[in-house]
């Protein structure tokens, strides 16, 4: 597996994660550069199925970030992304692919040193679980 | 057994008490759904097979009681309901597809054998009218085996399974809980038009995940795949997992509402 490099898509909501990750990049923090960034206005809109095909077209990992609980934009739409991305987890489980290749995790807007720390960790768990291969190869 | 659900169902008619009564009628040999109004008719009111017959009430185009509620509103329909018909009705009044007042469920249980043939756990009705209840299926076959495989293994099995998939969306269109006008199935940007078999498993996956909080586990899907994919292996896992992690289960009661469209104060869980 030399010469790995995963392919990680991250879905980051508009106002604390994307914005973290904003505050990372001003702030210099170094982090590994295998995330795609998908800007979406809520974790609650990443719908599973976009996650699937994330993994199905080539991505090694997913990551979603919102807000901490408590403080959705949207009152209550990281509540449901929690619950999604457990309800994911397992289902994915049983179709055969590792449910740790997706990552939910709460980055607020002041949280620069937290994004890129997690960026940091889950790109590694994703090196030392290898390619998913989930689809034949997308375009 | 069959005589008294004929027999409590012409009371029913006679008394006013129902319009009608929806379930199944053998007729020159073949048994369909059928909407009974007149008491003589239902010498030809069956059970068997145990063909759901909520098929008729959520199906995702004109569902009996629509139609009933258009030429008769106000009116109300007695429905032959086993375990998951009963099950189905509950889920199906929760989510806005039909309204409980409007139906009278006459329960009837099914048999140890019956219950073993569909390897369900709760082969009764809530609303037992007729017959005893049994003791359920509590160990499914297809489901030890799938834990029992590594991941690459389970992978490959489906692999297997989905490969042999052509596409007949004979699977959404049995389950009763598939009720959306606008299928995420039939959408480009989903599932790609114009290939057999579907995408591994984008197509699949679609339809487990959207059933996780619905499936009643009837298993009409997997009895009417033509080439005998285990769906419902997923669909009893995903059930179990929707119990143990928010304690919900489709069709249990109308209370409840599912924990995918509530917040975390209604159907808490773990921080992780």
New interface residues.
Partial sequence: MTGFEPRIVGFLCNWCSYAGADLAGVSRFQYPPNLRVVRVMCSGRVA??AV??AL?YGADGVLILGCH?GDCHYL?GN??A???V???G??L??????PRRVRLDWVSASEGGRFAQIVTEFTEEIRTLGPCA??EGGP | MIEEVRELAGRWLESGRVDAVLGLRELDGRVAPHLFTDTGELDGLVLSPDYPVVYTCGQRRKTVPRLLERENPGGKIGVVARGCDERALIELAKRNQLSLEKIEIIGVSCTREEAESCGCSRPYPTNLAVGEAVEGVSVDEDVEALLGMSLEERREFWRREFSKCMKCYGCRNACPLCFCEDCQLEQEQWVDVGHVPPEIPMFHFIRFYHLADRCIECGECERACPVDIPLLTIHRLLRRDVKELFDYEAGRDAEHESPLITTLDEAPMEER
């Fill in positions: 599973p199925e699937v095909k199905y609980i209550t509540h449901q929690m619950k999604r457990a309800v994911l397992r289902l489980s049983y179709l055969g692919v590792d989930l689809g």
